[in-house]
Structures are given as C-alpha cells and as structure tokens.
C-alpha cells in the first residue's frame, strides 16, 4: 500500500468548487457518457479497404507503428457510435522520439519530444481536427491523453555529467520547448515510490532511456504548459483530458494546469490505496478508479476471489472522494494492464467482471478490443490491431456492451437522481454473489464461475409481485410478495434487471413488453433465450 507522505492542505477547500464551478456543467455533461479508449496506431488503417484491411498485419512484439491513424479513426466513428459510447479517448497527440530504441518505437504516444507538433505518424493538424468534428457531429465527446511529467530524446545520458551529450551545448536538449536542462528537475531515477518527494522530482526510465523530469514547479515552465494546453483544447475543440501519470506530478500544479485547460479532466492514478487517490479527486474533476480496478481483478479471478475487499474498497472510495464514485473512471481492460481474459479462462467470471463499469457509479470505459473478445497479455501483448476483427458487430461482447450502454442511458431517463444516487451493496443470503442496488437498476453478480448462482435479495426494491426484465438476455421475472427477487443463473452469468415498465418505450433494447410481462413478439436485438446466453457468453473465451 503507498503512503500519504505530503498534505494538500492548500487545496482543499478547492474540493468542492471543482464538482460545483463552472466546470461541473462539464464534468455534468462527461458523467452521462460512456468512453470509448483507442490506441490511435492500433484502432483503424487510413486509405486500405475501408480501413479494414484484415490483412495487414501488426506484431504487437516488434514494439513500432502499425499504421493507425486519425483519417482511418474517423472512417469506424459509427462502429463505436453504434455500441453505444459517446466519447472517445485517443493517444497523445504530439510528437514522439523518432526511431527505434532498445523498448521499441514511440507507437502509443507517450515518449513526447515535441508538443508544439503533432504526431505525423498519426496524421496532420487537420486530420485531428477533423476527427474532432467528426465526433461533434455525432454527439460524441473527444478526449485526448496527455503527458505533462516527462519528455524524451534520444540524445545519449551522460549519468555522471548529469547532462544529454548534445553535440555542441552541453546544456542543451533537443526536447521543445524545454530544451535547457534547467528547464528539468535534476537528474535521479525514482528507486522509492513510497517517498512521494522522490516519486515527483525525480525521472522515471532508465540510464539507457530515460524519462526527462520537467521541472513543474519552475513558474516559466507552468506558463509554458499552461498556455500550450488551453491552445490544444481550442486548436481542436478538445472535451476532455486524461492526465498521464499524475502521481509523478505535484498536486499545486494539477490544480493550476486543470483550471487553465478549461475542461474536463480524467487522471491516471496508479494506486491500490483509496486514501492517497483522493488527495488527487481535489485538484481535477475524476481520476481513474484504479483501487477498484484492483480488488475488482482480483475479486472476479476465480471463486475464491475475496468480493468483500471488493465492497470495501468501493465504499472507501465513495465517502473519501471529493465526489464519491461519481466522478471516477470505471473500467476492466487498459492499454497498461494484461486484458482480464488473459488472466481469467472461465468464461462466466469474464462476463461478471466485463458488467461492472456499466453499473458502477462513475464513467464506464471500454479499452478498444474488449468488445472483440481480445486476450492480449501484458503490453505490448494487449495493443492489438482492431483492424484484423474486421470491426464485428455481433460479437458478443460487441453486443453485450451495447446493451449496457443503452440500459444505462434508460436508467439516467428515468431516473432524475440515477447518476447522483451511489451505488448500495444489498445481502444477497448466498455464497459467492453480489447485488449492486442503483435504481433502477439491479445487478446481480457472482465469481462461483461456469456453474449455478443463486441469489435471494429480500430488500423491498420493487412492488410486489412486479415484472422486472434482465437485460442482458430480455428475460422477464417476478418479483416476490415483498418486492425482493430470488434467482438463479444456471452456468453463472451476470443479471441486470430493470422495471418492465421501464423498458416500454425503448424496444431497441428489448422487445416491448405489457404489464403482465408477456412479451411482444419483436426481434430481440441479441441473446434470444437464456440457452443462447450460455451459447454466447462461452464465446468470450473460444
């Protein structure tokens, strides 16, 4: 567990004003969505049979750039549009180190030499400029990742000098704008990250490529970056932010570069500890919720996988945060962790797991590929090309996410207080099983795997005796005389009901239903009975 070694006094009475200033409109606007992140060099091929190319392959080993581009991103715009998310986080947008070096090529984005240019291996200033307007004309929300701690070259490290051998001014760099070495933090790669001074002065990398450390607290230096990001927000009509690596960054200078940037802002905290990621939830609208992701992994690993460290952690987050849970990032799969179908073969315990973003109180985020069933391993082994799916849109995990998707914008209609109403952990009287209670919505959850779950939730949720629909396979129950719901999930697969009633006028999600719960003979827009279910959900692991 990390420690909490320095204090945010100066900022806390901020707190609150960053979920109610001006920015809340936007941070409103960002907790209705759902985000859709892509490796920019990995998602789509520009000029190449559509861009589908299935062909063209991409070794994930070789560590280079495949091809992926912003011109071939905007041309698969609808095969995201149509899975339901409504925003997209893409890579970093500026210039890498070029070439290769000894852990591959700049590909994902986050080596920056130059952030005043962008990346041409991605394409032009106007391609991300049209790609912007691309997402706007569909309603949908751009986010791009950023990296303000740390920039490369590939000058040789002098380690005794302190210095980059540049070739005839020893002081210089070929980074811009930062191209003194006073403009970076003096030389010393981190070796405690339990001592948070050293984690933010000193570079991350190695002798053989390291992480020039920008001096974030030179006051010209947070003018450079200041003045830099509100020009990106405005150059190409950015919506969001992800802040890499925040943690290697002082707390004072997140809070000045978040209000300067004008937007919403999303940080990558990585960090098991709720207590150390809250001092973060004061300086920037979210953070990414990775103590869940943590105790989320390891709760849905196997049966024996400890779901109350998993309650636990959720709770600590949602009474330490600024916002609670709202304003957090909920996901399964990232581009810097093993995809959890590597880790897990049990095709029900994929399934459980994959749920969990849509009915969690923050934003869901969806790592390109997850809806192809992709199992790559630790990176570079999970920067897959998509192109090679063919961009499916009947897979089951395309389908399974588009109707997440849309039983969570139900959920936000129908119930003014949905996205402000945490999420409550209910007893489920059985081994192995969760109920997640955030009305309208009820999902049950189990780790026991590909066998039979039982859960008996006794809480008054419903009327008595009331049609509830899951809506994962459009299945109708009852509710009991008390209006709590006892079921069973024969192989072990995650449900999520909602009110019939609920569902009457969004026949796209399931077929419409009357009160009395029979059901209209319509074509169900996947997963027809509960056979199929089993049939489906089995193929997350072929």
Same mark, same amino acid.
């Given at each position: 567990?990390?420690?909490?070694?320095?204090?945010?006094?100066?900022?806390?009475?901020?707190?609150?004003?960053?979920?109610?200033?001006?920015?809340?409109?936007?941070?409103?606007?960002?907790?209705?969505?759902?985000?859709?992140?892509?490796?920019?060099?990995?998602?789509?091929?520009?000029?190449?049979?559509?861009?589908?190319?299935?062909?063209?392959?991409?070794?994930?080993?070789?560590?280079?750039?495949?091809?992926?581009?912003?011109?071939?991103?905007?041309?698969?715009?609808?095969?995201?549009?149509?899975?339901?998310?409504?925003?997209?986080?893409?890579?970093?947008?500026?210039?890498?180190?070029?070439?290769?070096?000894?852990?591959?090529?700049?590909?994902?984005?986050?080596?920056?030499?130059?952030?005043?240019?962008?990346?041409?291996?991605?394409?032009?200033?106007?391609?991300?400029?049209?790609?912007?307007?691309?997402?706007?004309?569909?309603?949908?929300?751009?986010?791009?990742?950023?990296?303000?701690?740390?920039?490369?070259?590939?000058?040789?490290?002098?380690?005794?000098?302190?210095?980059?051998?540049?070739?005839?001014?020893?002081?210089?760099?070929?980074?811009?704008?930062?191209?003194?070495?006073?403009?970076?933090?003096?030389?010393?790669?981190?070796?405690?990250?339990?001592?948070?001074?050293?984690?933010?002065?000193?570079?991350?990398?190695?002798?053989?490529?390291?992480?020039?450390?920008?001096?974030?607290?030179?006051?010209?230096?947070?003018?450079?970056?200041?003045?830099?990001?509100?020009?990106?927000?405005?150059?190409?009509?950015?919506?969001?932010?992800?802040?890499?690596?925040?943690?290697?960054?002082?707390?004072?200078?997140?809070?000045?570069?978040?209000?300067?940037?004008?937007?919403?802002?999303?940080?990558?905290?990585?960090?098991?500890?709720?207590?150390?990621?809250?001092?973060?939830?004061?300086?920037?609208?979210?953070?990414?919720?990775?103590?869940?992701?943590?105790?989320?992994?390891?709760?849905?690993?196997?049966?024996?996988?400890?779901l109350s460290a998993l309650t636990t952690v959720v709770t600590q987050s949602q009474q330490h945060y600024s916002c609670g849970e709202f304003m957090t990032g909920s996901f399964l799969d990232n581009h810097d962790q093993a995809?959890?179908?590597?880790?897990?073969?049990?095709?029900?315990?994929?399934?459980?797991?994959?749920?969990?973003?849509?009915?969690?109180?923050?934003?869901?985020?969806?790592?390109?590929?997850?809806?192809?069933?992709?199992?790559?391993?630790?990176?570079?082994?999970?920067?897959?090309?998509?192109?090679?799916?063919?961009?499916?849109?009947?897979?089951?995990?395309?389908?399974?996410?588009?109707?997440?998707?849309?039983?969570?914008?139900?959920?936000?209609?129908?119930?003014?207080?949905?996205?402000?109403? &945490? !999420?409550?952990? @209910?007893? +489920? =009287?059985?081994?192995? $099983?969760? *109920?997640? #209670?955030?009305? &309208? !919505?009820?999902? @049950?959850? +189990? =780790?026991?795997?590909? $066998?039979? *779950?039982? #859960?008996?939730?006794?809480?008054?949720?419903?009327?008595?005796?009331?049609?509830?629909?899951?809506?994962?396979?459009?299945?109708?129950?009852?509710?009991?005389?008390?209006?709590?719901?006892?079921?069973?999930?024969?192989?072990?697969?995650?449900?999520?009901?909602?009110?019939?009633?609920?569902?009457?006028?969004?026949?796209?999600?399931?077929?419409?239903?009357?009160?009395?719960?029979?059901?209209?003979?319509?074509?169900?827009?996947?997963?027809?009975?509960?056979?199929?279910?089993?049939?489906?959900?089995?193929?997350?692991?072929?």
């Amino acid at each position: 567990m990390f420690e909490r070694p320095f204090s945010h006094s100066l900022i806390l009475t901020t707190a609150l004003s960053i979920c109610l200033t001006s920015l809340a409109a936007t941070a409103d606007d960002w907790r209705t969505r759902s985000i859709y992140q892509m490796i920019t060099d990995r998602f789509a091929l520009a000029d190449k049979d559509n861009g589908i190319a299935p062909t063209v392959q991409c070794d994930t080993a070789a560590r280079d750039y495949c091809g992926g581009s912003w011109r071939g991103a905007i041309d698969h715009l609808d095969y995201i549009k149509q899975m339901g998310f409504d925003a997209v986080w893409i890579s970093p947008v500026y210039s890498n180190i070029e070439g290769m070096t000894p852990y591959g090529a700049g590909y994902h984005g986050y080596w920056p030499q130059d952030i005043y240019s962008v990346n041409q291996h991605f394409g032009s200033a106007n391609d991300l400029k049209n790609l912007s307007s691309a997402l706007h004309e569909r309603d949908m929300f751009l986010m791009i990742d950023v990296v303000v701690n740390h920039m490369l070259t590939t000058l040789s490290l002098n380690v005794t000098a302190s210095t980059f051998e540049a070739p005839q001014n020893s002081s210089a760099t070929d980074i811009t704008p930062f191209a003194d070495m006073d403009d970076l933090h003096p030389l010393c790669f981190i070796e405690d990250y339990n001592n948070q001074t050293e984690v933010e002065q000193c570079w991350l990398g190695d002798a053989t490529l390291p992480y020039a450390d920008v001096d974030t607290e030179d006051p010209n230096v947070v003018g450079t970056l200041n003045n830099w990001i509100q020009d990106v927000v405005s150059n190409f009509s950015v919506d969001g932010l992800r802040l890499s690596t925040v943690k290697f960054v002082s707390p004072q200078f997140w809070q000045d570069f978040t209000r300067e940037a004008g937007v919403f802002t999303i940080g990558e905290v990585m960090s098991n500890d709720t207590n150390y990621t809250s001092s973060y939830t004061r300086v920037m609208n979210a953070v990414l919720d990775y103590p869940t992701w943590y105790a989320l992994v390891s709760a849905f690993q196997s049966p024996e996988g400890n779901l109350s460290a998993l309650t636990t952690v959720v709770t600590q987050s949602q009474q330490h945060y600024s916002c609670g849970e709202f304003m957090t990032g909920s996901f399964l799969d990232n581009h810097d962790q093993a995809r959890f179908k590597h880790l897990v073969s049990d095709a029900a315990l994929v399934a459980n797991a994959a749920v969990w973003p849509f009915i969690h109180d923050g934003i869901p985020i969806i790592y390109n590929g997850q809806e192809q069933g992709l199992s790559g391993g630790y990176p570079p082994d999970n920067h897959e090309a998509i192109w090679t799916t063919r961009y499916n849109n009947e897979s089951a995990e395309y389908l399974a996410f588009k109707n997440l998707n849309r039983a969570r914008k139900i959920a936000i209609a129908a119930n003014a207080y949905f996205l402000t109403t &945490p !999420m409550e952990f @209910l007893e +489920t =009287n059985t081994n192995n $099983t969760l *109920a997640i #209670w955030k009305p &309208p !919505m009820l999902t @049950l959850l +189990t =780790n026991a795997g590909s $066998t039979s *779950a039982r #859960w008996n939730v006794t809480h008054k949720l419903f009327k008595p005796h009331q049609h509830i629909v899951d809506v994962l396979t459009c299945d109708v129950h009852v509710a009991d005389e008390r209006g709590g719901v006892t079921v069973e999930s024969p192989a072990g697969l995650p449900k999520v009901f909602m009110r019939v009633t609920t569902l009457e006028d969004s026949p796209d999600l399931c077929p419409a239903s009357d009160l009395s719960g029979e059901l209209v003979a319509r074509r169900i827009s996947w997963w027809m009975t509960a056979d199929v279910v089993i049939c489906v959900f089995l193929l997350w692991i072929a």
